[in-house]
């Protein structure tokens, strides 16, 4: 599946289309095969049919003629196959084809340390703020040069494009990827702390509001141990995508990938081989069950007509013939006389 990603990616990147075009295909990829298995439905073909709808889904529509040449030889059945595998991947998504990404919520978080930032210097020309720390980025972060916040958000993208490889867009909302990618390409440019936990603070309060979770009752403190818990849930689901980044991070190699496309290969046969194996067999049965239905309803209609004709005729025995042609002989001689 990995290797199947990376190329979704690099062929929906190869065509020209948007970045949402590949993340929306990985994410249609990973929901079909958690209804269906690789024994059923070859990784190839479901990726090409990934692209090609999440093509139209992002309205960045590439014809299945052009797909099916960029993909090559690896197109079964050509762009008439695409076609015909589209209504089992749109079955497979239930036509949910609305996808929501992280990479939306990642520049509204860059957006948020930007405006952090100018309102810092703002409050420092004041006499208000005087080492430019805020309140929500800190002070590494406000006082961290452009081009390496620069560096660092083009970084973030490349790692939430990494994450969307793994299994983290069925398991995390997009803005918890967001955080994680945007941790991750804070760590590459070497901005020392990361994301600080004001940030973190902000961002959950934000998502309990949206929620519907903010404004509770309960008092100040017990208000403070909630948010303490969800910063710490936070942390967690961060470092769960720290190691699923990485290890989608990792890239199969092309051998790898031929000897896992062998072993599914072969594992298809045995099941397809089975299957009919089971077919025989169920229709054999249904064979000698026909049979039989119609072995008893001959006897049923036997035993009916028995019963409406009567018992047969009992069969006489070699002496009792010749005596009934004896008597009847002597009948005849005594009409004769």
């Known amino acids: 599946m990995d290797f199947y990603s990376e190329r979704a990616s690099a062929l929906a990147s190869g065509l020209g289309a948007p970045r949402k075009v590949a993340s929306t295909a990985l994410t249609f990829l990973r929901r079909f095969y958690s209804r269906h298995s690789a024994?059923?439905?070859?990784?190839?073909?479901a990726?090409?049919?990934?692209?090609?709808?999440?093509?139209?889904?992002?309205?960045?529509?590439?014809?299945?003629?052009?797909?099916?040449?960029?993909?090559?030889?690896?197109?079964?059945?050509?762009?008439?196959?695409?076609?015909?595998?589209?209504?089992?991947m749109l079955q497979a998504l239930e036509f949910d084809l609305l996808v929501y990404l992280p990479h939306?919520?990642?520049?509204?978080?860059?957006?948020?340390?930007?405006?952090?930032?100018?309102?810092?210097?703002?409050?420092?020309?004041?006499?208000?703020?005087?080492?430019?720390?805020?309140?929500?980025?800190?002070?590494?972060?406000?006082?961290?040069?452009?081009k390496t916040l620069s560096v660092a958000r083009k970084a973030s993208l490349g790692a939430c494009d990494v994450l969307m490889r793994s299994d983290a867009?069925?398991?995390?909302?997009?803005?918890?990827?967001?955080?994680?990618?945007?941790?991750?390409?804070?760590?590459?440019?070497?901005?020392?702390?990361?994301?600080?936990?004001?940030?973190?603070?902000?961002?959950?309060?934000?998502?309990?509001?949206?929620?519907?979770?903010?404004?509770?009752?309960?008092?100040?403190?017990?208000?403070?141990k909630a948010s303490s818990s969800l910063i710490s849930s936070l942390e967690e689901s961060l470092k769960f995508l720290d190691a699923l980044g990485a290890a989608a991070a990792v890239s199969p190699t092309p051998d790898a990938a031929r000897a896992a496309d062998a072993r599914v290969r072969t594992a298809r046969s045995s099941l397809?081989?089975?299957?009919?194996?089971?077919?025989?067999?169920?229709d054999a049965g249904a064979s000698e069950a026909r049979a039989a239905k119609v072995a008893a309803k001959?006897?049923?209609?036997?035993?009916?007509?028995?019963?409406?004709?009567?018992?047969?005729?009992?069969?006489?025995?070699?002496e009792e013939v010749a005596a009934m042609k004896s008597k009847r002989r002597k009948s005849e001689v005594v009409v004769g006389k």
Not at 39 to 45: C, N, S, T, V
Not at 48 to 55: D, I, K, M, Q, T
Not at 272 to 282: G, I, K, V
Request: charged content about 25%; overall charge positive; some cysteine.
């Open 169 to 224: 867009c069925l398991l995390f909302p997009p803005g918890q990827i967001a955080l994680a990618a945007m941790r991750s390409g804070l760590k590459k440019a070497g901005v020392q702390g990361g994301l600080p936990r004001e940030f973190l603070e902000r961002a959950v309060s934000r998502a309990a509001t949206a929620g519907g979770g903010g404004g509770g009752g309960g008092g100040k403190d017990e208000a403070e």
């Open 104 to 146: 939306r919520a990642l520049e509204g978080f860059w957006a948020d340390v930007g405006a952090a930032r100018v309102e810092a210097k703002r409050e420092k020309r004041k006499g208000n703020n005087k080492n430019e720390a805020s309140p929500l980025i800190g002070e590494t972060l406000a006082t961290a040069p452009a």
């Open 39 to 45: 024994l059923e439905h070859d990784p190839k073909d």
């Open 298 to 318: 001959r006897a049923a209609a036997a035993a009916k007509e028995a019963e409406l004709l009567g018992p047969a005729p009992a069969l006489r025995t070699d």
């Open 272 to 282: 397809a081989a089975a299957q009919r194996a089971a077919a025989a067999a169920a």
């Open 47 to 88: 990726m090409l049919s990934a692209v090609y709808v999440a093509a139209k889904a992002e309205e960045s529509y590439v014809s299945a003629d052009r797909l099916a040449a960029a993909a090559g030889a690896g197109a079964a059945g050509g762009s008439a196959g695409l076609l015909r595998r589209e209504p089992l």
